[in-house]
């Protein structure tokens, strides 16, 4: 019978369940979307029990469509930053609050400069509104009534798990994400918890990310049809997983992920942070960590453009000509801050700036230039990273900007190296199932991995164009920087 391992991906988009067999090939695969609520301009909500019934749908479907399979185990996968306030029996008290909710940034603002220090250098988590500690000051300081009755406070994943196996748990880099871990010494920061007014007993306990978890409920086994001996493996965030599942394990090995928005990062020894507070440091394992930075705009910003201009043709139609115009949109910048900001400004009041246009500039020149701005964004956000972590010796990509060849050509001649494309486009996924082999003792090591990642296609640089970028982005970092001022 074959082996197969199941990532369930818990992702602010679509919940997804994805079969692989052991070399990393996708079996099959079954989404659920999730939708996504705005009660006011600066919030942004889930609702939990939706996202948890999506959960069970995916996952049913894999298990009915794998009954020829030994499905060896689950291992999770989930979006970082989210906050449920939760009574004692587990029932969710408030909607979650998502990574992009917004309405804690007056609280960021009004923290003291030397406390945000203190903070960012023990948990590696920056000062932010995504951060459930801003969350958790927010609803103290306007003595918001659930967090007063909360019993506990939940990202989605605990929330799954206290559900079907009535454990409290979570692992280092979910903690991490929280911006209450101390990642130095991977526990609960005393200083983070008193300014967000949460006890011990409110969170959960910590634990590795190959943790295995106690039988699922018996009710939740007979609606999903559960396996006999298939293990439930706790996992990690996405972020560390996707790096996991391209392979980018190794010192120097950069992965950049853009779907909506993006990320730059890298897997290092040791738990580390750098002095301007550019970028995250989020504990993966005991002795290993992820650096980065996250953005908020990525495919959002080429979605935004493509409404505004009231382009009613499909995506790939509104990418075409672009790989017409020059490199540098002949003069065109855009700073991509559309959305706010959090990598490199981390700011949310952050607005986006077409500069340059000229009465030659049609659509196509504005499709380049916002893919160029988008790619410049990360390459700044890179060069905070090369502080703590060095300069890149491979970059993989992934995520739904990959599948455009021109935006990936741009990403190989900004940075100037090879890209590797995975062929699952499912990382994150990859990584939470080789997480699990892991666990279960099934594969020897993390690093084993990079043997069974298939890869899709190696995109080379073009050394003309990245002396070109080279000098243009030098421009961009100016204009990045003036504008500053204006929000």
Known sequence: MKEVVIGLDIGTTSVKAVVFD??????????????????????????????????????????????????????????????????????PLTDMLIWSDGRSSEIAD??????????????????????????????????????????????????????WCKKRWIDYSMASATGLMNIHKLDWDEDALQLAGVERKQISEIVSPTAILPDVEEEIKRDLQWPLGTKLVIGAADGQLANLGDGAIKPGEVAISVGTSGAIRQLINGQHVNDNGETFSYAFTDTTSIVGGPTNNGGIVLQWLKDMVEFEGTHEQ????????????????????????????????????????????????LVRAVLEGIVFNLYQIGQSLEEIAGPPTSISVNGGLSKSALWVQIVADVFGKEIQLS?????????????????????????????????????????????????????????????????
């Open 22 to 91: 052991l070399n990393g090939n996708v079996v099959t695969e079954f989404e659920d979307f999730v939708h996504t609520y705005y009660p006011n301009p600066t919030y942004v909500e889930q609702k939990p029990l939706d996202i948890e019934r999506s959960t069970r749908k995916v996952l049913r479907e894999a298990f009915v469509n794998t009954t020829d399979c030994n499905v060896l185990a689950v291992g999770l996968s989930c979006a970082m930053h989210s906050l449920i306030c939760v009574d004692a029996n587990g029932n």
């Open 110 to 163: 009004e923290m003291d400069e030397n406390v945000k220090k203190e903070i960012y250098k023990k948990t590696g988590t920056p000062i932010h509104p995504m951060s459930p500690l801003l969350k958790l000051m927010w609803m103290k300081k306007y003595d918001f009534q659930q967090y007063h009755e909360a019993t506990y406070f939940m990202s989605m994943k605990e929330y799954l798990l206290y559900t």
């Open 318 to 365: 509104f990418l075409e000509g672009a790989d017409t115009v020059s490199v540098g949109a002949d003069g065109l910048f855009f700073v991509p801050y559309v959305n706010g900001e959090r990598a490199p400004v981390w700011n949310q009041q952050a607005r986006g700036n077409f500069y340059g246009l000229s009465i030659i500039h049609t659509r196509k020149y």
């Open 423 to 487: 062929g699952t486009h499912h990382g994150a996924a990859w990584g939470a199932s080789w997480t699990a082999l892991v666990a279960m003792d099934k594969v020897e090591s993390f690093e084993q991995i990079k043997q069974h990642i298939p890869i899709e296609k190696v995109v080379q640089p073009n050394l003309t164009n990245h002396e070109q970028y080279a000098r243009i982005f030098v421009k961009y970092q100016h204009i990045a920087k003036d504008i500053e001022k204006f929000f």
